[in-house]
């Protein structure tokens, strides 16, 4: 599926492959009854379970598996009917129990694959996988001088590690596959997305080669938590690789931490081997047995899919591919555009005016569409207005202005306070022509001699006789007839 095509990066081809862990969106831990809540006082929710105190078992939470099931089912991966978990060993402050819970040989969400447009071409990159894990604490160094402090409460907390090959051949692309699954996941409820927080972080795996090479040695940039970052970090690291080539270095396997002070990458550690874990499966947890009825309840229960609900925009609005993948960007903006459309009879004009006037607001304001002064049913109303000739597309746009900036009132009483309604009465209109045509008799004469410019003239002239509330169109009917 893959087009494979790639720009080169002075002679080189960009390889990229990401991992991104999503945090559930359960309300208790992975393996306890703990809360995941975010923000709370230091140590106040990690309980003996997360901290693994002997005399504690693990118990797998349901919630966090339906949701990695409700994933592999968006992106068509095959479910394990058994998968297995495994301690992962080693040694860091916060993870004071010594190992982590995950899965290794045998995941939970097996394959499957992310598909996306980028400038205007479908993209597809494969997974290898998607599998169950604990998170562990977090260091904090920036409360204490010269002192670190621990707070275990996002130790056990569940996360969803999702893994593609490294089918990525440019920093967009691997910006726009981030986007794409972010959007994946909030959009089936399984995470909250939250990226300052944490909830959605993303590893990218870089490596350089030329063209027709083996694949270059990668290097693993941790813990991208916004696609700006994603992107300096990446263009970053792809031109240090270059450099360190050229010169005639080879580049050594590493974890690597992007700086957004400085834009630069910098080692961290070199990178482990799966061998440096000790992996092995956990004596605590058996199997994860999921039966073909799970699957099915779960999949009957699943919202439509982004991609599903924009080829049904496409049936049943006319919309364009484009509008209509547009428009199932978010949710929340796809039910904004259903009702808006639903109500006012023109999917059309809804979509273009939500992608015209309402996105340009939103984008001013840096708002979401959930925080829109002007809501679905406000929007279909003043359509309807546009539709049925009582305003021009320009009035339109000042009522719609009127209503973002809450003047108060409903379209009509707006449209009548600002005296936008259009001439559409004959004889007022008739009137306007009359006076028109009698004072250009020069333009009358040039548009019967064949000049159809002149009739361009004469509307425009009407236009303003009117104070631009004449209905464009019964001008132009109405010359033509009087002038045969
Ligand atoms: P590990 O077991 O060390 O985590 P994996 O084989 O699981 O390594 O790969 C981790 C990630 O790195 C995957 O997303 C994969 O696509 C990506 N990756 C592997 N090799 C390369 C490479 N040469 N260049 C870029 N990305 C790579
Ligand atoms: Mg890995």
Not at 95 to 105: A, D, M, R, T, V
Not at 224 to 231: A, E, G, I, T, V
Not at 451 to 469: E, F, T, Y
């Amino acid at each position: 599926m893959n087009t494979g095509k790639s720009a080169l990066v002075h002679g080189y081809e960009v390889v990229i492959g990401f991992e991104t862990h999503a945090q559930l969106s359960t309300r208790s831990k992975i393996f306890s009854r703990a809360s995941t809540a975010f923000g709370a006082e230091p140590n106040t929710q990690a309980c003996a379970v997360d901290l693994a105190l002997p005399g504690t078992l693990p118990v797998m939470n349901k919630g966090a598996v339906e949701r990695a099931i409700e994933f592999g089912l968006a992106v068509g991966s095959h479910i394990a009917p058994r998968s297995i978990f495994a301690r992962k060993n080693y040694f860091y402050p916060d993870l004071p129990k010594g190992y982590q819970i995950s899965q290794f040989e045998i995941p939970v969400v097996q394959g499957g694959q992310v598909e996306f447009f980028l400038a205007g071409e479908r993209r597809s990159v494969r997974l290898v996988r998607a599998h169950l894990e604990e998170d562990a604490g977090k260091s904090l160094h920036e409360d204490f001088v010269g002192q670190t402090g621990i707070d275990l409460n996002r130790a056990g907390t569940p996360l969803l590690e999702i893994v593609t090959e490294p089918d990525m051949r440019s920093s967009e692309e691997a910006v726009a596959y981030a986007k794409e699954l972010h959007k994946i996941v909030t959009w089936i409820g399984i995470c909250d997305g939250n990226m300052q927080e944490g909830s959605f972080r993303c590893d990218a795996n870089v490596s350089v080669r030329k063209p027709g090479a083996p694949l270059g040695t990668r290097r693993e940039i941790k813990n991208l938590n916004s696609f700006k970052f994603m992107q300096q970090a990446i263009d970053f690291e792809v031109r240090w690789q270059i450099e360190r080539i050229e010169d005639g270095h080879a580049i050594e396997q590493a974890t690597v931490l992007f700086n957004p002070d400085t834009g630069e990458t910098r080692a961290m550690r070199s990178k482990e081997d799966a061998a440096d874990y000790r992996y092995f499966p956990d004596p605590d947890l058996p199997p994860l047995v999921i039966a073909d009825e799970w699957v099915q309840r779960v999949r009957d229960a699943m919202t439509e899919l982004p991609r599903v609900m924009a080829q049904r925009f496409q049936a049943d609005y006319g919309l364009t591919e484009y509008d209509a993948t547009v428009l199932t960007q978010s949710r929340a903006m796809a039910a904004y555009f259903e009702a808006a459309a639903k109500a006012s009879g023109q999917p059309k004009l809804t979509s273009n005016w939500i992608m015209g006037e309402l996105a340009r607001r939103l984008n001013a304001g840096e708002i979401e569409i959930t925080e829109s002064a002007v809501n679905a049913l406000q929007l279909a109303q003043l359509l309807v207005r546009i539709a049925d000739g009582t305003i021009s597309n320009n009035a339109a746009k000042q009522v719609f202005d009127a209503l973002w900036s809450r003047e108060g009132g409903d379209v009509d009483q707006l449209i009548e306070a600002k005296g936008l309604k259009q001439l559409n009465d004959t004889d007022a209109l008739g009137e306007i022509v009359d006076t028109v045509l009698a004072a250009n008799p020069k333009n009358v004469e040039e548009y019967r001699g064949g000049n159809s410019k002149a009739l361009n003239a004469l509307v425009g002239q009407i236009m303003k006789a009117s104070q631009g509330k004449a209905n464009p169109q019964q001008v132009n009917e109405l010359l033509r007839k009087k002038m045969g």
